[in-house]
C-alpha cells in the first residue's frame, strides 16, 4: 500500500518501511551526483540515505526505517503532555543545528518511537531544497505550533501564521510564538511539559477514579475541620495535630506515587507503569487504556480484549488505519476490520451481511465513498438504517448521521450521472454536424447539465460540512 504527499517542493512515497524522496531537478543545483553524496554521511538526528540516483531528471533519495517509527501525522491528536515531550525530545537532539537548517521539521519529516526517540528522514544540502532563507528558531517555532494545535496544519502555519494564531487563541501558542532564542522555546516547552504531566493524571488517565478519590478527599477534609474545631473546645489539640500530620504524610505518599505513574506514563515508559498499576491494584481494563495511549496497542488488547473496538477508533482518529493490519489478533471483529483497510471489494461485499458491528459496517461504507463505489456504500448504509435484528441498535443521533450519507451518496451517484450525460452531449457536439436550431437544443441542455452538477456539488458541499468531511 504507497502513499505520498508533499513538502515543499519534494514529494514522498511511503510503501511499509521504505521511503523515497523525489526531487524534480528544477528545484535543485546538481550538477553531478557527486556533489549530493556528502548526505550519506550518518548523523545521531537523522535516518540513513540507503541509496541516492538521478533518472529522468528527477533526484531520489531512497530510506529503509527501522522498525517502530511513525511519522509526528499520526501523533497530531495526541494529548498535550505527549506531544510537548516529542517537542522537547527534538529540540535537545537539535537536527537543525546537525543539519545547517537544512531540512524540514515538516509532520511527514519527522518520526518517533516511545516519544524521547526522535529522528528526521530528509536532509539537505546546498544543492537541494530547503527553507531557505527561514531562521533556525522560526523553523523550531513553526514546528512547534503546527504539532501543538488541534486545529490547523504545520503546513498552514508555514503559510499564514499570524492570521491563525488569532485563531487559535492559546496562551502557551502566543508565549512560543513571541520567543526570541532557541534557549527561551526550550525554557517554555519544560515548563509546559511540567504543567501538563502535574494535571495528567486527574484529566485524563484515570478520570473515573480521581473524581471518586477526589469526593472522598474533599468530603475527609471537612470531616477533619469539623472535628479540628470540636476539638479545640475540649483540649484534644495536640492528639489531633498528630492525626492530621499522618493523614497527610499519607495522602501525600499518595501523591508522589501517583505523580511517578504520570512521569513514567507521558515519558513512554508503559512497562514501567503497567507495574506501578498492577501494585497499585488497577485493573485491567484501566491499564488496557493506559496502553492505548501510550502506542502499545497489541499489549491493551491482550490485558482487555474488550478494548480492541478503542484500538481500531483510536487508530482511525489519528490517520493510522495501516497499524491494523499489523495487530496480532485475529478476532472476528479484527479481521473485518483488516478487510477493510485492505480494500478487498470481492471480499468485503461477502462479509457485509456477517458484519454485526455498527462501527465496522460505518467504516466500510466510508472506504466504498473514499473509493468512490457509491452503490456498495449505500447498499452498506441501508443495511446500518434498515437493521430488523435489533444488534445493530442505533441511537437517534447515529441514525441521523446514517441518513446524511445515505443522502451524501445518492448525491454522488446523481452526480456521476449528470457527469457522464454531459460527456455523451459534448462527445456529441464534436462528432455531428448540427443545424442552427440544433445546437441551439444542445447548447440549453449543455447548460441545464452543467447547472444540475453546480447545484448538485453545492448540495454535496454543504452536506460534507455537516458531516466533517474535508473538500
Given at each position: 500500500?504507497?502513499?505520498?504527499?508533499?513538502?515543499?517542493?519534494?514529494?514522498?512515497y511511503?510503501?511499509?518501511?521504505?521511503?523515497?524522496?523525489?526531487?524534480?531537478?528544477?528545484?535543485?543545483?546538481?550538477?553531478n551526483?557527486?556533489?549530493?553524496?556528502?548526505?550519506?554521511?550518518?548523523?545521531?538526528?537523522?535516518?540513513?540515505?540507503?541509496?541516492?540516483?538521478?533518472?529522468?531528471?528527477?533526484?531520489?533519495?531512497?530510506?529503509?526505517?527501522?522498525?517502530?517509527?511513525?511519522?509526528?501525522?499520526?501523533?497530531?491528536?495526541?494529548?498535550?503532555?505527549?506531544?510537548?515531550?516529542?517537542?522537547?525530545?527534538?529540540?535537545?537532539?537539535?537536527p537543525?543545528?546537525?543539519?545547517?537548517?537544512?531540512?524540514?521539521?515538516?509532520?511527514?519529516?519527522?518520526?518517533?518511537?516511545?516519544?524521547?526517540?526522535?529522528?528526521?528522514?530528509y536532509?539537505?544540502?546546498?544543492?537541494?531544497?530547503?527553507?531557505?532563507?527561514?531562521?533556525?528558531?522560526?523553523?523550531?517555532?513553526?514546528?512547534?505550533?503546527?504539532?501543538?494545535?488541534?486545529?490547523?496544519?504545520?503546513?498552514?502555519?508555514?503559510?499564514?501564521?499570524?492570521?491563525?494564531?488569532?485563531?487559535?487563541?492559546?496562551?502557551?501558542?502566543?508565549?512560543?510564538?513571541?520567543?526570541?532564542?532557541?534557549?527561551?522555546?526550550?525554557?517554555?516547552?519544560?515548563?509546559?511539559?511540567?504543567?501538563?504531566?502535574?494535571?495528567?493524571?486527574?484529566?485524563?488517565?484515570?478520570?473515573?477514579?480521581?473524581?471518586?478519590?477526589?469526593?472522598?478527599?474533599?468530603?475527609?477534609?471537612?470531616?477533619?475541620?469539623?472535628?479540628?474545631?470540636?476539638?479545640?473546645?475540649?483540649g484534644?489539640?495536640?492528639?489531633?495535630?498528630?492525626?492530621?500530620?499522618?493523614?497527610?504524610?499519607?495522602?501525600?505518599?499518595?501523591?508522589?506515587?501517583?505523580?511517578?505513574?504520570?512521569?513514567?506514563?507521558?515519558?513512554?515508559?508503559?512497562?514501567k507503569?503497567?507495574?506501578?498499576?498492577?501494585?497499585?491494584?488497577?485493573?485491567?481494563?484501566?491499564?488496557?487504556?493506559?496502553?492505548?495511549?501510550?502506542?502499545?496497542?497489541?499489549?491493551?488488547?491482550?490485558?482487555?480484549?474488550?478494548?480492541?473496538?478503542?484500538?481500531?477508533?483510536?487508530?482511525?482518529?489519528?490517520?493510522?488505519?495501516?497499524?491494523?493490519?499489523?495487530?496480532?489478533?485475529?478476532?472476528?471483529?479484527?479481521?473485518?476490520?483488516?478487510?477493510?483497510?485492505?480494500?478487498?471489494?470481492?471480499?468485503?461485499?461477502?462479509?457485509?451481511?456477517?458484519?454485526?458491528?455498527?462501527?465496522?459496517?460505518?467504516?466500510?461504507?466510508?472506504?466504498?465513498?473514499?473509493?468512490?463505489?457509491?452503490?456498495?456504500?449505500?447498499?452498506?448504509?441501508?443495511?446500518?438504517?434498515?437493521?430488523?435484528?435489533?444488534?445493530?441498535?442505533?441511537?437517534?443521533?447515529?441514525?441521523?448521521?446514517?441518513?446524511q450519507y445515505?443522502?451524501?451518496?445518492?448525491?454522488?451517484?446523481?452526480?456521476?450521472?449528470?457527469?457522464?450525460?454531459l460527456?455523451?452531449?459534448q462527445?456529441?457536439?464534436?462528432?455531428?454536424?448540427?443545424?442552427?436550431?440544433?445546437?441551439?437544443?444542445?447548447?440549453?441542455?449543455?447548460?441545464?447539465?452543467?447547472?444540475?452538477?453546480?447545484?448538485?456539488?453545492?448540495?454535496?458541499?454543504?452536506?460534507?460540512?455537516?458531516?466533517?468531511?474535508?473538500?
Amino acid at each position: 500500500m504507497k502513499k505520498i504527499t508533499m513538502m515543499d517542493n519534494i514529494t514522498l512515497y511511503v510503501n511499509k518501511n521504505e521511503y523515497k524522496i523525489e526531487i524534480d531537478q528544477k528545484f535543485t543545483h546538481v550538477s553531478n551526483i557527486d556533489e549530493i553524496e556528502d548526505l550519506e554521511e550518518s548523523k545521531p538526528g537523522f535516518f540513513d540515505v540507503e541509496t541516492i540516483s538521478r533518472k529522468n531528471n528527477k533526484i531520489y533519495l531512497v530510506y529503509e526505517l527501522p522498525t517502530g517509527y511513525r511519522s509526528l501525522e499520526y501523533a497530531k491528536n495526541y494529548l498535550p503532555v505527549i506531544k510537548l515531550q516529542v517537542m522537547k525530545s527534538l529540540l535537545d537532539k537539535d537536527p537543525l543545528f546537525e543539519s545547517n537548517g537544512m531540512t524540514y521539521l515538516d509532520l511527514n519529516n519527522v518520526f518517533f518511537k516511545d516519544f524521547k526517540d526522535v529522528k528526521v528522514l530528509y536532509r539537505a544540502n546546498e544543492y537541494l531544497p530547503y527553507h531557505k532563507g527561514m531562521s533556525e528558531l522560526e523553523q523550531y517555532k513553526l514546528f512547534v505550533l503546527g504539532f501543538y494545535s488541534n486545529k490547523h496544519s504545520y503546513k498552514r502555519f508555514l503559510v499564514n501564521k499570524d492570521n491563525l494564531l488569532k485563531k487559535e487563541n492559546c496562551e502557551f501558542m502566543f508565549s512560543v510564538n513571541a520567543t526570541t532564542s532557541t534557549t527561551d522555546l526550550k525554557s517554555l516547552i519544560q515548563n509546559e511539559l511540567e504543567k501538563e504531566q502535574s494535571k495528567f493524571y486527574q484529566k485524563v488517565q484515570f478520570q473515573e477514579t480521581s473524581k471518586k478519590k477526589g469526593k472522598k478527599r474533599k468530603i475527609y477534609l471537612s470531616l477533619i475541620s469539623f472535628f479540628l474545631l470540636a476539638l479545640l473546645f475540649v483540649g484534644g489539640m495536640k492528639q489531633m495535630e498528630k492525626s492530621v500530620a499522618l493523614d497527610f504524610r499519607e495522602e501525600l505518599k499518595i501523591a508522589e506515587t501517583e505523580n511517578e505513574l504520570v512521569l513514567a506514563i507521558s515519558s513512554g515508559d508503559t512497562e514501567k507503569a503497567t507495574d506501578m498499576m498492577k501494585k497499585n491494584g488497577r485493573s485491567d481494563k484501566e491499564i488496557a487504556k493506559m496502553l492505548l495511549k501510550g502506542g502499545k496497542y497489541d499489549q491493551a488488547i491482550e490485558y482487555d480484549q474488550s478494548i480492541e473496538k478503542d484500538v481500531v477508533e483510536h487508530l482511525y482518529k489519528t490517520n493510522q488505519q495501516e497499524e491494523i493490519l499489523e495487530l496480532d489478533t485475529d478476532s472476528t471483529f479484527l479481521s473485518y476490520e483488516k478487510a477493510v483497510v485492505e480494500f478487498n471489494t470481492d471480499t468485503l461485499m461477502d462479509q457485509v451481511s456477517l458484519i454485526e458491528d455498527k462501527g465496522t459496517l460505518k467504516r466500510l461504507a466510508l472506504a466504498f465513498i473514499n473509493h468512490e463505489d457509491f452503490e456498495s456504500a449505500k447498499n452498506v448504509l441501508e443495511r446500518l438504517k434498515n437493521d430488523g435484528t435489533e444488534i445493530l441498535s442505533l441511537t437517534d443521533e447515529e441514525m441521523q448521521e446514517v441518513n446524511q450519507y445515505l443522502n451524501k451518496v445518492e448525491l454522488e451517484i446523481q452526480l456521476t450521472d449528470l457527469n457522464s450525460q454531459l460527456a455523451s452531449l459534448q462527445e456529441d457536439e464534436l462528432s455531428l454536424d448540427a443545424s442552427d436550431e440544433e445546437q441551439q437544443k444542445r447548447d440549453l441542455d449543455t447548460k441545464d447539465l452543467q447547472d444540475q452538477i453546480a447545484d448538485t456539488q453545492k448540495q454535496l458541499i454543504k452536506l460534507d460540512e455537516k458531516l466533517g468531511i474535508d473538500g
